[in-house]
Protein backbone atom coordinates (compact mmCIF):
# COMPACT_ATOMS: atom_id res chain seq x y z
CA UNK A 1 0.00 0.00 0.00
CA UNK A 2 1.25 3.49 -1.14
CA UNK A 3 0.48 6.80 0.42
CA UNK A 4 1.07 10.05 -0.81
CA UNK A 5 -0.38 12.43 1.80
CA UNK A 6 -0.49 15.61 1.22
CA UNK A 7 -0.67 19.13 3.71
CA UNK A 8 -0.79 23.15 3.65
CA UNK A 9 -3.09 24.01 1.52
CA UNK A 10 -5.83 26.97 2.45
CA UNK A 11 -6.73 30.32 1.77
CA UNK A 12 -4.69 32.99 1.33
CA UNK A 13 -4.85 36.79 -0.11
CA UNK A 14 -3.08 37.87 -3.18
CA UNK A 15 0.85 38.02 -2.13
CA UNK A 16 1.23 35.66 0.47
CA UNK A 17 2.81 32.49 1.12
CA UNK A 18 1.64 28.66 1.83
CA UNK A 19 3.48 25.78 1.91
CA UNK A 20 2.72 22.34 0.75
CA UNK A 21 4.29 19.06 2.24
CA UNK A 22 3.82 15.80 0.89
CA UNK A 23 5.06 12.61 2.74
CA UNK A 24 5.25 8.96 1.15
CA UNK A 25 4.68 5.95 2.94
CA UNK A 26 5.30 2.33 1.54
CA UNK A 27 6.24 -0.85 2.51
CA UNK A 28 9.89 -1.18 1.17
CA UNK A 29 10.46 1.28 -1.32
CA UNK A 30 12.59 4.13 -3.01
CA UNK A 31 11.51 7.48 -4.61
CA UNK A 32 12.98 8.94 -7.57
CA UNK A 33 11.55 11.63 -9.10
CA UNK A 34 8.72 13.85 -7.48
CA UNK A 35 6.59 16.52 -8.32
CA UNK A 36 3.77 19.31 -7.76
CA UNK A 37 0.85 18.94 -10.06
CA UNK A 38 -2.44 21.68 -10.53
CA UNK A 39 -5.63 21.67 -11.87
CA UNK A 40 -7.95 24.59 -11.80
CA UNK A 41 -11.45 23.80 -12.20
CA UNK A 42 -12.89 23.68 -16.03
CA UNK A 43 -8.69 23.53 -17.09
CA UNK A 44 -6.36 20.44 -17.52
CA UNK A 45 -3.84 19.09 -14.84
CA UNK A 46 -0.88 20.94 -15.24
CA UNK A 47 3.13 20.44 -14.03
CA UNK A 48 4.08 23.01 -11.27
CA UNK A 49 7.51 22.03 -10.10
CA UNK A 50 9.17 18.91 -10.28
CA UNK A 51 12.27 17.45 -8.58
CA UNK A 52 15.15 14.82 -8.90
CA UNK A 53 16.35 12.48 -6.37
CA UNK A 54 19.68 14.43 -6.63
CA UNK A 55 17.81 17.87 -6.39
CA UNK A 56 17.53 19.05 -9.95
CA UNK A 57 14.77 20.67 -10.26
CA UNK A 58 12.26 22.32 -13.07
CA UNK A 59 9.32 24.90 -12.80
CA UNK A 60 6.36 26.16 -15.11
CA UNK A 61 7.35 29.55 -16.43
CA UNK A 62 4.11 30.86 -14.77
CA UNK A 63 6.07 30.20 -11.20
CA UNK A 64 9.39 30.58 -12.10
CA UNK A 65 10.71 32.88 -8.81
CA UNK A 66 7.93 32.52 -7.02
CA UNK A 67 7.79 29.06 -6.18
CA UNK A 68 10.56 26.43 -4.46
CA UNK A 69 10.09 22.92 -4.84
CA UNK A 70 12.67 21.00 -2.14
CA UNK A 71 12.76 17.61 -0.59
CA UNK A 72 14.02 15.58 2.32
CA UNK A 73 14.83 12.12 1.21
CA UNK A 74 15.62 11.15 4.80
CA UNK A 75 11.53 11.89 4.97
CA UNK A 76 10.22 10.69 2.36
CA UNK A 77 8.90 14.45 1.98
CA UNK A 78 8.93 16.81 -0.81
CA UNK A 79 8.02 20.63 -0.66
CA UNK A 80 6.53 23.85 -2.52
CA UNK A 81 7.84 26.82 -1.03
CA UNK A 82 4.54 29.02 -2.59
CA UNK A 83 5.44 32.76 -2.39
CA UNK A 84 3.81 36.07 -4.17
CA UNK A 85 0.69 34.10 -4.55
CA UNK A 86 -1.91 34.99 -6.95
CA UNK A 87 -5.43 34.39 -7.85
CA UNK A 88 -4.46 32.71 -10.61
CA UNK A 89 -2.89 30.05 -8.90
CA UNK A 90 -6.17 28.76 -7.14
CA UNK A 91 -5.98 25.40 -7.80
CA UNK A 92 -6.23 21.60 -6.40
CA UNK A 93 -2.68 21.16 -5.89
CA UNK A 94 -1.58 17.14 -6.48
CA UNK A 95 1.85 15.54 -5.00
CA UNK A 96 3.35 12.79 -7.55
CA UNK A 97 5.82 10.72 -6.90
CA UNK A 98 7.62 7.73 -8.67
CA UNK A 99 8.31 5.12 -6.25
CA UNK A 100 10.16 1.62 -6.88
CA UNK A 101 8.55 -1.12 -4.76
CA UNK A 102 11.08 -3.72 -3.82
CA UNK A 103 8.01 -5.71 -1.78
CA UNK A 104 6.53 -6.73 -5.06
CA UNK A 105 8.06 -9.27 -7.32
CA UNK A 106 9.52 -8.32 -10.16
CA UNK A 107 10.50 -4.54 -8.32
CA UNK A 108 7.79 -2.19 -9.92
CA UNK A 109 8.63 1.49 -10.69
CA UNK A 110 5.70 3.51 -11.55
CA UNK A 111 3.93 6.96 -10.46
CA UNK A 112 1.94 7.61 -7.46
CA UNK A 113 -0.41 10.65 -6.94
CA UNK A 114 -1.90 12.24 -3.37
CA UNK A 115 -5.01 13.05 -2.89
CA UNK A 116 -4.78 16.80 -3.89
CA UNK A 117 -5.10 19.80 -1.02
CA UNK A 118 -7.12 22.78 -2.02
CA UNK A 119 -5.35 25.93 -2.43
CA UNK A 120 -7.55 29.59 -2.60
CA UNK A 121 -5.93 32.82 -3.19
CA UNK A 122 -8.41 35.76 -2.63
CA UNK A 123 -7.66 39.13 -4.99
Known amino acids: QVQLVESGGGLVQAGGSLRLSCAASASIFSINDMAWYRQAPGKQRELVAG???????NYADSVKGRFTISRNNAKNTVYLQMNSLEPEDTAVYYC?????????????????WGQGTQVTVSS
Open 96 to 112: NAQLTRYDLHPATTRHY
Open 51 to 57: ITRRGST
